[in-house]
């Protein structure tokens, strides 16, 4: 499917580059770099590509191949793919919109797999297609509105239902062959790939699933899958049919960190909870008593989620983080990296009475745009009335 380009950057919007490449000062601002400036253009080195590449997962098998696929290959693709099941989180909204931009800025090309026929094999919106794609079309409204850099064909988004019913006698052998050469057992550990344990009694569907999904990779012709640290066991499971069928060029694993909910000890955002997660049409009271409500013991660097939000997505966003303080606290202060931040948070010098209020104005101000392009534009609008409407369910 074809995607319409971006709004043009706002003040909420991500740089381009990595947060720890300096970056100029229009940038930092928020605001479009001027085509003239020769940094922006100048070609990037393989090890200047591998570091903004590099820097979007918490893991990557292997590096010595990212290098040397960055380093060779002009356009690599890099695979994402996602199930319509739902209203959107922050991380599925940031931190795939700076993924994505960090890897289209160092030359990347992104295919967004938009795994319609998956969510209904996983009872997604009780399985009704239509609901799911209805979501799917929800889902690309809030990308293009928070800054999805979209130009030039960088991103193409691919509904799995059409392109497998257009290329069918290609894709098909491709799974049987997987599901011949891997054993029940093998299949079932990739059952976290769709939000389930191996414990779970898992329908005939939830088989095959990972073994389709398996060949999405070599069927979408991924040099890099650029997926979450929870969707990395079915990643290494295309590694191993790569040794089976005696491929040497085996996709490359680059798993993001996943954000964890708001409240103790959720591991995991969860769409049934409301308080787990800032969502991105959330509106600016609905995202201060969340984030006011929201897990952030004093002095206690991890397992803090709030502390989290601010270094997987207010740091890389706006390349600095902002509190907001009495001078009887300290004053204001602008922190630009997070060890600057963690340091005062441990020492007790940054109170989470004080960071939770500059935590809430930034995401806001993230968000602003998607709250702008939702109540303004009348089909973002019916598309988020309706996905409201819907019951998730697992």
């Known amino acids: 499917m074809e995607a319409s380009a971006a709004p043009s950057p706002g003040q909420g919007h991500p740089s381009v580059a990595m947060a720890s490449l300096s970056l100029n000062s229009e940038v930092q601002q928020g605001q479009p770099s001027s085509s003239s400036d020769p940094t922006i253009h100048a070609p990037m080195s393989g090890e200047e590509r591998f570091k903004i590449v590099r820097s979007v997962g918490e893991e990557c098998i292997q590096e010595d191949e990212l290098l040397n696929l960055l380093t060779k290959k002009p356009q690599p693709i890099c695979y994402d793919g996602f199930e319509p099941s739902g209203r959107m989180h922050i991380a599925q909204g940031v931190m795939k919109t700076i993924n994505v931009n960090k890897l289209t800025s160092a030359g990347c090309k992104v295919k967004i797999w938009i795994a319609d026929w998956f969510a209904q094999l996983n009872n997604k919106m009780g399985g009704d297609l239509k609901k799911i794609q209805t979501v799917g079309r929800y889902l690309i409204e809030i990308w293009k509105a928070v800054g999805m850099d979209l130009s030039d064909d ?73 997926l979450g640290m929870d969707q990395r066991k079915v990643n290494m499971l295309a590694r191993e049919y790569c040794d089976d069928i005696k491929r040497k060029n085996k996709p490359i694993i680059l798993s993001h960190h996943m954000l964890p909910g708001l409240q103790q000890g959720q591991e995991k955002m969860s769409k049934s909870d409301p308080l787990s997660a800032i969502f991105m049409e959330d509106e600016e009271a609905e995202v201060n008593v969340k984030i006011k409500k929201a897990y952030c013991p004093p002095k206690q660097i991890n397992d803090n989620p709030c502390l989290e939000y601010i270094k997987y997505i207010i740091l890389p966003w706006f390349n600095e983080f902002k509190v907001e303080r009495s001078p009887e606290n300290g004053g204001n202060k602008t ?34 745009p998607v709250h702008n392009h939702f109540s303004q534009d009348p089909n973002a609008k019916e598309l988020l009335k309706r996905v409201k409407g819907y019951r998730v369910t697992r």
């Open 154 to 226: 960088k991103v193409e988004f691919l509904w799995s239902s059409e392109e497998i019913n257009s290329r069918a006698a290609e894709y098909w052998p491709l799974v049987m062959d997987i599901a011949r050469k891997n054993k029940l057992p093998r299949i079932i550990r990739c059952s976290q790939i769709m939000g389930r344990s191996e414990q779970e009694e898992l329908t005939a569907a939830q088989i095959l699933y990972p073994c389709m999904q398996c060949a999405d990779i070599f069927f979408l012709k991924a040099d890099i899958c650029q």
């Open 335 to 368: 922190f630009k990296t997070f060890d600057e931040l963690s340091a005062d948070y441990e020492s007790g010098e940054l109170h989470p009475g004080d960071l939770k209020p500059s935590l809430a104005k930034a995401l806001n101000k993230i968000l602003q």
